[in-house]
């Protein structure tokens, strides 16, 4: 999978049905169902959509070897570049910042740095700051399809569905093998509860790269969305098998197993996404439920 993370630029509709729930009250089932935008998120910070921290690539080592090339060539923008990138991937932010802020001043057409730079401010939380550093790249090379589904990841985190999806079609359009680019499409499609189109781009995008946990966690949201709760198990079960740590694959998977009255297996998948991630609230209000035998449920 080609993943967002800073890499080597050089130059060269309707609320989901809720499906029934042997002994559980539906509304309460609907209620986990509409947590999956919020928890959609955390899906979008896994190794799909986002490398985690490299510590090792901001060594004291690859650093020093680093600036050895850039003592050695201090008018050379791609040894920033690089540079910034190996600060990107340790977590040093404000240093990547730095680095990529001098390859453009030394080579101002460089659509690399301003993508690289508008990672970093993604993962900083500078959505607005990554939109127009994108948006500079493709004013450069109007048909990165790296920085359209990048640009596209920023609006959708801004809420600008709309210009997010207009991004992902057009890398889709530009390359049909973007697995990245139909997974988060999907997404939207997802967002606006139009679950069927939603199914079609995670499948296309498991298609091109069945590795990846995250669009195996989507469509089986979208299947739950669907009332069709067999299909999710699958793919959950798929997910967890490919990222046993992400416990939104577990919290789901959990709403599967207990769509079908599967009320044991739930419990054990809701307790490993809450032993990952305490916080989950798929998870607490599945176990609740599962403990107290689906009765006593709060209508929402």
């Known amino acids: 999978m080609r993943k967002a993370t800073l890499r080597a630029h050089q130059p060269a509709g309707r609320t989901p049905r809720a499906p029934h729930v042997r002994g559980v009250r539906p509304a309460a089932v609907t209620a986990a169902l509409l947590s999956c935008t919020m928890l959609l998120a955390a899906c979008q910070t896994s190794n799909y959509a986002s490398a985690p921290v490299d510590r090792s690539a901001g060594s004291a080592a690859n650093i020093d070897s680093l600036n050895a090339v850039i003592d050695a060539n201090p008018r050379d923008a791609s040894a920033y570049n690089t540079r910034g990138i190996a600060y990107g ?18 080579s101002p057409d460089s659509y690399q740095a301003y993508a690289n730079r508008a990672l970093v401010h993604r993962r900083m939380g500078n959505l607005n700051a990554a939109v127009s550093d994108y948006s500079a790249a493709l004013r450069i090379k109007p048909d990165y399809d790296s920085a359209l589904v990048g640009r596209g990841n920023a609006y959708r985190a801004l809420g600008r569905n709309d210009l997010a999806l207009a991004d992902f079609n057009a890398a889709i359009a530009l390359d049909s093998g973007n697995a990245r680019a139909f997974y988060n499409r999907g997404l939207i499609f997802q967002a606006q509860n139009n679950h069927t189109r939603a199914v079609e781009d995670f499948a296309t995008a498991i298609g091109l790269e069945p590795n990846a946990a995250e669009p195996y966690i989507a469509r089986g949201i979208s299947y739950l969305a669907l009332n069709d709760p067999k299909s999710a198990l699958s793919d959950l079960s798929d997910a967890v098998n490919r990222d046993q740590r992400n416990p939104v694959a577990w919290a789901y998977r959990g709403v599967a197993l207990e769509t079908l009255g599967q009320t044991n297996d739930a419990r054990r998948s809701y307790s490993r996404a809450l032993g990952i991630d305490p916080s989950n609230e798929v998870a607490k209000e599945g176990l609740g439920r599962v403990d107290r035998g689906g009765g006593a449920l709060p209508t929402r």
Do not use: H, I, Q, Y
């Open 89 to 106: 991937r340790a977590g040093r932010f404000e240093k990547s910042l730095a680095d990529f802020d001098t390859a453009l001043k030394l």
